[in-house]
């Protein structure tokens, strides 16, 4: 054998060689990637499965706040307890959002203005949901609502801005720095009284409503 003829030989066996292990590796890869498929699908579909009410298990309850639970895949729903709001929640954020919505907490600036110009005495709440005047004022506000609410518009403005929209505008307008701020605006929105702090006078609130209308 001539030694080109040799060369030659070794080359054709070496292509072989490196094309079948080419072909061995890419069959492995399709063998992964449609393992890894399988998972996904079989994972996906684990995760659409509804779990029966019966297999929550309570965690913690807050009463006529909310109640925490936790499913037998370790994930956390939240029930409202507060407004009657039914459904479970995902996220702590989503009930906290739903239940800022049904107290009447309002923080865009443009939708404060136009309550506040709709032709009705206003009351604006400046509140936040860690201040423990807010809470403590939130007895004598009921009365009020009820008392006033065919007459009188209620606002609460979350001045934390934890789970609503931007509020750094609306506050900024209408200078509330702390909390509890009350403000009351007549029906032509101009401003006629204002406090800050715990002043959660049921009768001088009353009366200044009372005079609006």
Request: negative net charge; aromatic residues 12%.
């Amino acid at each position: 054998m001539s030694y080109k003829k040799f060369i030659l030989l070794i080359l054709l066996i070496f292509s072989f060689v490196y094309c079948d292990n080419q072909n061995q590796n890419e069959e492995v890869a399709i063998n992964r990637n449609t393992k890894s498929a399988e998972e996904i699908l079989i994972y996906n579909s684990e995760l659409q499965k509804e779990i029966p009410q019966d297999e929550k298990k309570l965690i913690r309850k807050f009463e006529n706040d909310f109640s925490e639970w936790e499913l037998p895949n370790g994930q956390k729903i939240y029930n409202d307890l507060r407004y009657n709001l039914e459904g479970d929640f995902k996220t702590f954020g989503e009930l906290r959002t739903s239940q800022y919505r049904a107290r009447g907490i309002v923080t865009d600036f443009n939708e404060v203005q136009k309550i506040i110009n709709s032709g009705k005495p206003t009351f604006v709440e400046g509140w936040s949901e860690t201040c423990i005047y807010c809470k403590m004022g939130e007895v004598v506000l009921a009365d009020l609502k009820t008392q006033h609410k065919e007459k009188i518009n209620f606002i609460t403005i979350d001045v934390a801005n934890r789970y609503l929209e931007d509020v750094t505008q609306t506050v900024r307008f209408y200078n509330i720095v702390s909390t509890p701020t009350y403000i009351i605006f007549d029906k032509n929105g101009k401003e006629v009284y204002r406090s800050v702090g715990y002043t959660a006078n049921k009768d001088v609130l009353s009366d200044t409503l009372s005079d609006l209308y």
